[in-house]
């Protein structure tokens, strides 16, 4: 399966002048474990506080469910907001990209499938995570040849629906997928089998 593309992602700040002084910053970030976590951790986190600590500064992390997070800072709120695709029109001085999520497709190995592109898809029932089709470069041109589409803020819902047998497909990062695949496996009241092996 070729990826779709790598979405680059940047973290948003208002440009500020001002003495040189630490400062805590407040960062508005979606929930995207594991690179955000609730408590602010997860391997995003940590890239920004160990950049931001360099600089003599600290970070607070506020996640809220992914695409809120940029209303939110739109809005006026927090110092700083991220995951941010690059060229995605918010204000601020966006940093350098530092760090790359891989969005494709994941499947039920035992369905048999092949998805080589987005026009695969065609006849399927997929779901993606919010924003999706804004997102991905050339989504929006397919999502009409689908049986159906849907897009999720819980991304767990995703996982639900692929092993459950309701979607066909998902689109979205592989990394954040398998974390919540991860999470299922661990409940035992659930009517699907969330240990089917899965294809990205």
């Not at 948003?12 to 955000?36: S, V, W």
């Not at 995951?83 to 601020?92: A, E, L, N, S």
């Amino acid at each position: 399966m070729k990826l779709l593309k790598s979405a680059a992602c940047a973290l948003l700040m208002p440009m500020m002048i001002a003495p040189a002084a630490a400062d805590e910053i407040t960062i508005l970030a979606g929930n995207l474990p594991p690179m955000f976590l609730e408590g602010g951790d997860g391997r995003e986190a940590e890239i920004i506080t160990a950049t931001l600590e360099k600089c003599g500064h600290s970070a607070t992390f506020e996640i809220q469910p992914f695409t809120r997070h940029w209303e939110s800072f739109k809005s006026g709120k927090g110092d700083a907001v991220s995951t941010v695709p690059v060229g995605m029109p918010v204000d601020g001085t966006a940093s350098e990209v530092y760090i790359h999520y891989q969005n494709g497709v994941s499947f039920l190995s035992d369905s048999g499938a092949a998805y080589e592109g987005l026009e695969d898809l065609a006849g399927k029932k997929v779901i993606g995570f919010k924003g999706a089709e804004a997102i991905i470069p050339g989504l929006a041109d397919h999502t009409g040849s689908f049986a159906d589409y849907r897009e999720v803020t819980d991304q767990i819902t995703q996982s639900r629906s692929l092993f459950g047998g309701r979607v066909d497909a998902i689109i979205g990062d592989g990394m954040l997928f398998a974390e919540y695949n991860r999470q299922l496996q661990g409940q035992t009241d659930l009517r699907f089998d969330p240990n089917q092996p899965v294809t990205f």
